[in-house]
């Protein structure tokens, strides 16, 4: 029988069926961050239950750590406590932990793929809702709660029901200024939040075949935000150049035997998917949001919706983020002043991204009355860019080169933009207060972010 | 895991759509040491509270008779977003038992189900006539859910049918924990790793 990879992967990893649609689903990779890490692994112990399997977990600190230059973790004194247990439960049970400091540490979901953790059909899981970003390399992938997270530490499995599949496609060429961030942008926009709510999504179609690994990590990084928990690209000769080498992918005769088992995975030729969409490349131009809600996104040379014209049961929404974001419908959303840039995030922190932004940054100046930050995905990420002057690029351009870390993302490591204040940013939720409250975002590629902060209002990146 | 069967109370109309765990608990009272039995006064701060923190009275949750609700009426996609668990926290803690809306974000609705929190899934018509007839008679209009029967009752007597998985009602009704069933399978999880070993070696670290 024809089967999705998504299939394959789930098929292959049910230990039992549990009736009534419910599986026992082994888990092959557990990792931590700084939020939940150290106060799962607590519970977990503290309820009897030790690390079944300590050696298929990994931790790294990023959440509640500052991106300062030359941050410790008393920085953001909050977070400290967080990660001296993170650090005293992982010792404890010898879970790897990419120490603050450390080469590896990072975004939890840069971290993964980066030290070739993140395998081809592997099952995944983080508490953490972005945790679809590993689906890029062919994993599959998806954020849980804290209760679950207690429930993996403890058995390395999850109690899972399966989700139907949905394949999103896109095809043809990316138009000039396009990225990753522009095609799932706009795929949010057509189908909205909730499309993908029960689902499992397969991104498929020239165009997706086509991008390096980074652009399809970046792609399934905001499959939440269309409602599914997990998003995935089939592995191919990209993926395996990638990943060849990196620390903890197989090695030698054990790697060939690996990527012959992954080439079984990409879904067969007459799978079917529970639901479809294409997306024609030809019709995607750069995006940015101007709402609270992803799907409250249009291409940068588009005037700002009017909720008056917009679908009925959309329209109360539509209105309400308009009073927050505090723009007038009607107007061309380019042009609109910004206050802050925020370059960084488990959506776009990667050398590409930065290096997207650089190109933008290079021999240009910020505005004056704009705060630009970029915020490096990993260690690793930061010493490779310094390496090419990204890091003397960005402050020639009068933008801030901080330290690895989620930062002003989710602002949960008191990294705000301040209230009022409307910000161009390269992560994954512009909802209300989510950079601090009242702060205002639009959500962008790293060249228009870019752009953002050299014009000192949304700019279209075509005209750079 | 605490066991529910039924509630009966005031359901409060928050008929917003895409309700964000964003919105239901800020972050940072994640990172603050409140613990999870603290996060109640916080839940929907951003609404209930204006910036210089004092109540907003125009935020339906801080009006007569809705404080007290246990039930909250809402639309599409209520819980989206973040993994975030102590949203679920947050909403017990405000006394929040049971959340009615059309569809919920899939993190958000298995974490209610590890928290003894019942998400009811009906078609919006169903949700809007239940605002109605609540803020027809305030004061008065009481709703019930209905595990053990899967039905919610509306102020007026009306009964509404949902549905939800055997397992899962089954788990809630005697307040089951996940993790002591899957630890009867020990054996068959071992059995599984002892076979991926030797089939995937490569993904055993």
């Known amino acids: 029988m024809s089967k999705t990879l998504f299939d394959k992967i789930w098929d292959s990893h049910v230990i039992s069926d549990l009736g009534n649609g419910f599986v026992l689903l082994h888990i092959d990779r557990l990792l931590l961050h700084d939020m939940s890490g150290g106060k799962a692994l607590k519970e977990a112990i503290e309820k009897g239950y030790a690390p079944s399997q300590p050696r298929l977990i990994y931790g790294t600190p990023d959440h509640t750590m500052s991106t300062q230059p030359g941050r410790t973790e008393k920085t953001f004194a909050p977070g400290e406590s967080l990660i ?146 997990t998003g995935m690209v089939a592995p191919d000769d990209t993926t395996y150049e990638y990943l060849d080498g990196r620390d903890y992918a197989p090695k030698g005769a054990m790697w060939d035997r690996a990527v012959a088992h992954w080439r079984t995975l990409p879904s067969d030729p007459d799978a079917e998917f529970d639901r479809e969409h294409t997306i024609d490349m030809a019709n995607v131009a750069p ?178 | 895991m605490d066991k529910f069967t039924k509630v009966t109370g005031v359901a409060v109309p928050l008929m917003r759509q895409n309700v964000d765990t964003d919105l239901i608990i800020r972050i940072e009272r994640l990172v603050d040491n409140v613990g999870r039995e603290g996060l109640g006064p916080f839940c929907f701060e951003q609404i209930r509270f204006k910036p210089d923190g004092s109540e907003d009275p125009d935020c339906i949750l801080n009006q007569e008779p809705y404080r007290e609700a246990p039930i909250i009426l809402s639309r599409e996609n209520f819980g989206c977003g973040s993994s975030r668990e102590g949203a679920v926290w947050a909403l017990k803690g405000f006394g929040i038992k049971t959340v009615i809306a059309p569809y919920f974000g899939d993190i958000f609705n298995n ?43 509306s102020p007026t007597g009306r009964t509404i049918p949902f549905q939800i998985d055997a397992r899962r009602q089954h788990a809630m009704l005697n307040g089951l924990d996940d993790i002591a069933q899957t630890f009867s399978r020990k054996a068959e999880i071992e059995a599984w790793q002892s076979n991926d070993k030797t089939a995937r070696p490569w993904v055993w670290l």
């Open chain 2, 111 to 153: 974490n209610c189900f590890q928290n003894g929190i019942l998400p009811v899934a009906l078609p919006i018509e169903e949700i809007e006539q239940l605002a109605d007839e609540m803020t027809a008679s305030p004061g008065n209009a009481r709703v019930t859910v209905d595990l053990e029967n899967c039905v919610v009752v």
């Open chain 1, 287 to 464: 995006q940015i949001t101007w709402g609270t809600s992803p799907e409250h996104v249009i291409a940068v040379d588009r005037a700002i919706p009017d909720p008056s014209t917009g679908p009925e049961e959309k329209r109360a929404a539509w209105a309400a983020a308009l009073k927050y974001q505090g723009l007038e419908p009607g107007r061309p959303i380019e042009g609109t002043q910004v206050d802050w840039v925020f370059i960084g995030s488990c959506t776009n922190s990667r050398i590409s991204d930065l290096r997207a932004a650089a190109a933008i940054a290079r021999g240009r100046h910020k505005a004056d009355h704009v705060t630009a930050w970029v915020v490096p995905g990993s260690v690793r990420i930061k010493r490779e860019a310094e390496a090419e002057g990204l890091d003397k690029v960005f402050l020639d351009a009068g933008f801030e080169w901080r330290e690895p870390g989620c930062s002003m993302c989710l602002a949960s490591n008191g990294e705000r933009v301040p209230p009022g204040k409307r910000s161009v940013s390269t992560s994954n939720r512009n909802f209300v207060g989510r950079q601090g409250p009242g702060a205002r975002t639009h959500l962008a590629s790293p060249a228009m972010a870019a752009a953002a902060a050299i014009k000192g209002a949304i700019a279209d990146v075509r005209k750079l």
């Open chain 1, 84 to 229: 001296l247990s993170m650090r005293e439960t992982t010792r404890a049970y010898g879970i790897k932990l990419f120490d603050l400091g450390q080469d590896g540490q990072g975004i939890v979901h840069v971290m993964g793929p980066e030290q070739g953790l993140t395998l081809p059909g592997t099952t995944l899981v983080c508490g953490d809702s972005h945790t679809s970003t590993h689906g890029g390399m062919g994993a599959l992938a998806f954020g849980i709660g804290a209760s679950e997270l207690v429930h993996t530490i403890a058995t390395q499995t999850m109690v899972q029901r399966k989700p139907k599949r949905f394949r999103a496609s896109f095809e043809g060429a990316l138009q000039p200024g396009v990225t990753a961030k522009d095609m799932i942008l706009h795929l949010i926009g057509d189908v909205g939040t909730a499309a993908g709510t029960g689902y499992a999504v397969e991104y498929a179609g020239s165009a997706v075949r086509a991008l390096p690994v980074e652009a399809r990590l970046t792609l399934c990084n905001l499959t939440i935000e269309m409602g599914a928990r």
